[in-house]
């Protein structure tokens, strides 16, 4: 998750810059810099949490459900003692 991390700011700091520098000479208008790095920071926190909901969907399926194999369960599902 960490390298995902620094590997989608590393791109976003590079496009954000790109497509600022590239639309200032086009059409003149500046990107302040705050602005810029609103974007890398906003670019870069959305794709964390995405990619860290991808990783625990992902994880889902090889959990097991603890139903029967705990004690301390109370619920319908405890498997009967044969005592």
């Known amino acids: 998750m960490r390298k995902i991390v620094w590997l989608v700011f590393g791109i976003a700091f590079v496009l954000i810059n790109v497509i600022s520098e590239v639309g200032?000479?086009?059409t003149g208008?500046?990107?302040h810099t705050f602005l810029r790095i609103a974007f890398i920071l906003g670019?870069?926190?959305g794709v964390s949490i995405l990619g860290g909901t991808m990783i625990l969907v992902n994880g889902l399926g090889e959990e097991k459900?603890?139903?029967g194999y705990v004690k301390d369960t109370f619920s319908?599902?405890?498997k009967r003692n044969s005592e």
């Open 76 to 78: 319908a599902d405890r």
């Open 29 to 31: 208008i500046h990107i």
């Open 65 to 67: 459900p603890l139903s």
């Open 43 to 45: 670019v870069t926190m």
């Open 24 to 26: 200032e000479y086009y």
